[in-house]
């Protein structure tokens, strides 16, 4: 039976990240969020200072490392695997000595020029995600002529680049990059060809979870108040279609719904 998907429980530690609106800032409030999320399932938490939302301006980096650092050690002290979600090479050596396990660089390293040496020398698994400029520019960069042929061709110079510069391929997984210089119909595409992007040889890790793009889907609202998202159950759905598709990671918010998804998709599989 193909492997079941890892799960990778978002935590942003922002104040104005557009899924969480930066409820978890506080450092002692995020590590209670990061243990819940590993005891709903997650099998490493993903965690963020620099929200990616389209238009966002980055963070300095001083600022980004004060709010993830303390989240990134408490969380590996407990023995939960962490993953860093970063563009900046600094953040990423300083989160790997607190003992993240992962490096999660939306920009695929084309941010930061030191990245790719940070991750070689660390040695630890690097999620290079597609990526065509900050989010402060993205919008304007969702056009192609074939999506999902340009982002497999520029994922595929991205994996050549990574490993020219000591990255060992095995420890490279790639990323569509959903919401990030693509508008919905970009998204549905990426989605409906994962096939495509696997040949490229590498792991792939997708991140649907509670983007616009599902909650522009008929009778989904956007989110309001504290209740239950709205976008988690298409992002549970597309979770149980991407696992199916043979993805290597899911990144999401609602652990727990999404690993009931995984559990309906082995049932399933054990049916076949
Ligand atoms: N999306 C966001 C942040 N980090 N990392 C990867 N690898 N893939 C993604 O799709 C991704 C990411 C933005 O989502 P959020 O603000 O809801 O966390």
Redesign the pocket.
């Known amino acids: 039976m193909p492997e079941r998907p890892r799960i990778f429980g ?1 935590l ?1 530690v922002t104040t104005d ?3 969480d609106g930066g409820r978890f800032l506080a450092a002692g409030d995020a590590i209670a969020q990061g243990i819940r999320l590993a005891e709903s399932g997650a099998d490493y938490i993903d965690v ?1 200072g620099e ?3 389209p238009g966002a301006d980055r963070v300095p980096a001083e600022v980004e490392q004060a709010r993830v650092l303390p989240v990134v050690a408490a969380l590996a002290e407990r023995g939960i695997a962490v993953s860093i ?1 970063t563009m900046n090479a600094d953040t990423a050596r300083a989160a790997v000595e607190a003992g993240a396990a992962v490096v ?1 660089d ?1 920009s695929g390293g084309l941010a930061d020029a030191g990245m790719a040496a940070v991750v070689a020398e660390a040695g630890v698994p690097f ?1 290079a ?1 597609h990526w065509r400029g900050p989010s402060s520019v993205m919008t304007t960069l969702a056009r192609y002529d074939d999506v999902v042929a340009e982002v497999r061709t520029e994922l595929a110079e991205r994996r050549s680049r990574l490993i020219d510069q000591g990255v060992a391929p095995e420890q490279i997984v790639l ?1 569509p ?4 210089a693509k508008d919905a119909e970009h998204n549905w595409r990426l989605l409906a060809h994962l096939d495509e992007l696997h040949d490229l040889g590498s792991p792939l ?1 997708v ?1 649907a ?3 616009r793009f599902l909650a522009a889907l008929p009778g989904i609202a956007e989110a309001q108040g504290s209740g239950a998202d709205p976008r988690d159950l298409p992002t549970a759905v597309v979770s149980a279609l991407a696992a199916l598709a043979g993805v290597w990671a899911l ?1 999401v ?1 609602d652990v727990a719904g999404t690993r009931t998804a995984l559990d309906v998709v082995d049932a399933w599989r054990r049916g076949a």
């Open positions: 978002v942003n990240s557009f899924s963020g929200s990616t939302r979600d999660n939306v999620v995600m990323d990059g959903l919401g990030f890790l991140g979870s509670r983007k990144r918010h």
